[in-house]
């Protein structure tokens, strides 16, 4: 898998890829002239724009990575030399990155590959290796957010509606079936990215005091409870984040 997202005013690109998806990419940048087609993200923002392409073309020149507009691809050019250390960058990030982490490629006065002049580059690695329970956590984020699901939803059961949902199985996918509560570090890469921790962490630190204090009590006793919004802030602020990453 991989994607390419660009942000209009900044120029900035971002290459979003799984394992295969930079192997892929290196093979392209180091067989010139190439051209690989790239999918279409889950989401663009907070880029503005989706490319559909890389091409890589040789020169006798540095790297230089820039927007193709004509055809809405980006475009690599460089020597083999210059492309040489550029693929092998790619592949060694592909064998020991991480699910969440980036790399930013970006020239600066001196680079030794890498000609001015060209775009600023962010190449993301975006493995997760159980997508469907990262959705599980993404659909008990929704609900922690919403405080009218939680008044209207929670605890009733709809005939025309295959839903049913409360605090309680809310609870037990983030801390029982994913684990991703109360130490979320341990569930990066699985689950989560790294930039995910902090706000899963900030949530755990108001959500399990309020489950401590009231263990068993009905829903309505934690809606109530005074710190109850701080849980549905924090909860928007962890969903924001892991839908914006997909």
């Known amino acids: 898998m991989i994607h390419v997202r660009r942000h209009t005013e900044s120029g900035e690109m971002e290459i979003g890829a799984d ?19 790239v999918e279409a993200p889950e989401r663009i923002w907070p880029y503005d724009e989706a490319l559909t392409s ?8 540095l790297v230089l990575i820039d927007h193709d507009e004509s055809a809405a691809a980006m475009r690599i050019t460089g020597s083999q030399e210059s492309r040489k250390v ?9 064998r020991e990155g991480k699910p969440g982490e980036h790399w930013h490629v970006e020239w600066f006065p001196d680079h030794f590959y890498l000609a001015e002049g060209g775009a600023p580059v962010v190449v993301a ?15 008990s984020l929704r609900s922690l957010s919403d405080p009218e699901h939680q008044r209207t939803r929670w605890g009733k059961v709809s005939d025309d509606e295959a839903y049913y ?7 037990h996918v983030l801390y029982d079936d994913t684990t991703v509560l109360p130490d979320p570090v341990e569930s990066v890469g699985s689950i989560i990215t790294t930039d995910e921790v902090d706000v899963l962490e900030k949530l755990n630190s108001v959500l399990e005091p309020i489950v401590d204090e009231l263990g068993d009590e009905p829903d309505a006793a ?19 984040v892991l839908e914006r990453n997909g």
């Open 165 to 171: 949902g409360d605090l309680d199985l809310n609870v």
């Open 125 to 139: 690695f975006s493995k997760i290796q159980y997508p469907e329970m990262r959705a599980q956590v993404i659909t």
């Open 86 to 94: 550029l693929t092998e960058n790619l592949v060694s990030f592909a």
């Open 222 to 240: 934690y809606l109530a409870h005074p710190g109850w919004s701080a849980v549905v802030s924090a909860a928007a602020d962890a969903v924001q």
């Open 54 to 61: 890389v091409r890589v073309e040789s020169s006798k020149s």
């Open 19 to 37: 394992p295969e998806g930079l192997a892929a990419l290196a093979a392209a940048v180091a067989n010139a002239p190439t051209t690989i087609e």
